[in-house]
């Protein structure tokens, strides 16, 4: 269908050669989202919650609020144009809003709440439970992204060298180091995995579903979103929440910025910068309540 989009632009709409590049350039960035994210094939199989996911992994890449709306604006033309071409039935883009001036800051987990979640929760003893708290424990420990905890495999973890290899946005690599404590866990993990499926191979997904399939979007959603309704009091109930603490908790003890765009895999300072307005807020806090002349 973006062939037919772009023949429409090009000869119904007389729009510019440097337009049509534009949306071109949209639609094929956000049909490699689709799949490296959420196995899609096609753009007109997408919904609300991919364009959603779509909009937010934007916002993480630190892109300006004009750049995310004017590739929203791309979307809504493309599923117009395919609603009056009777190719869907719904505009998936409807409930999507624009971004309004002055960035809103991530949201996190206070310390103490996060450490709850981690150890006091009731996870089942059998693999689904472990599974879960492993999902937990990877998220928050390594900061890695959904995408990337969906494609991590049981021989990119390194435990003797201590650290985990991941596959990034734009097909890069990266190497996230994984502490003592994670490492433990992740021993733990591997034996329920083995009593489970019998050998964990090198190959095999590291989250996988009973069948021992791989683990998809949706069900990474769930298993947060169980949890997080368990102990943290807040709106944002979403994988992209623990990688938001996890960078935020990183800068409150006073790491280094380029060290956290590392971990975090991020192109630029311009995505990893927005946490230091966290990190202030809370320097802020406690001058206020510390100094005698606040």
Do not use: C
């Amino acid at each position: 269908m973006l062939f037919s989009f772009i023949n429409y632009l090009e000869n119904e709409k007389r729009a510019s050669a440097h337009t049509v590049l534009a949306y071109k350039n949209d639609l094929e960035q956000f049909s490699d989202f689709l799949g490296s994210a959420f196995g899609l094939d096609r753009l007109e199989e997408a919904t609300h919650a991919e364009i959603r996911a779509w909009m937010v992994d934007l916002i993480e890449d630190g892109l300006s609020e004009a750049t995310v709306n004017r590739k929203m604006a791309t979307l809504r033309t493309f599923f117009t144009f395919l609603l009056k071409s009777e190719v869907i039935s719904r505009d998936p883009t409807v409930k999507i809003r624009s971004l309004k001036k002055g960035r809103k800051l991530p949201t996190f987990i206070p310390e103490n709440e996060m450490e709850a979640l981690l150890e006091a929760a009731n996870y089942d003893a059998g693999y689904e439970g472990q599974r879960d708290r492993m999902v937990m424990q990877i998220l928050y420990l390594t900061g890695m992204r959904l995408s990337e905890l969906i494609g991590l495999r049981w021989n990119a973890i390194d435990l003797g060298n201590g650290q985990v290899k991941v596959l990034g946005k734009g097909k890069k690599y990266r190497i996230i180091p994984v502490s003592n404590q994670l490492q433990k866990k992740i021993l733990s993990y591997k034996k329920v995995f083995e009593e489970t499926f019998s050998f964990a191979d090198g190959n095999d997904y590291f989250i996988v579903r009973n069948n021992k399939e791989a683990a998809y979007p949706m069900m990474i959603y769930r298993i947060v979103r169980r949890y997080l309704d368990l102990f943290i009091q807040t709106t944002k109930r979403s994988p992209h929440l623990m990688r938001h603490t996890f960078a935020t908790h990183l800068l409150n003890k006073g790491a280094d910025l380029n060290a956290v765009k590392d971990l975090l895999g991020h192109s630029s300072l311009a995505a990893t910068q927005v946490y230091t307005h966290n990190s202030i807020e809370k320097l802020k806090a406690v001058y206020e309540q510390a100094h005698p002349k606040a």
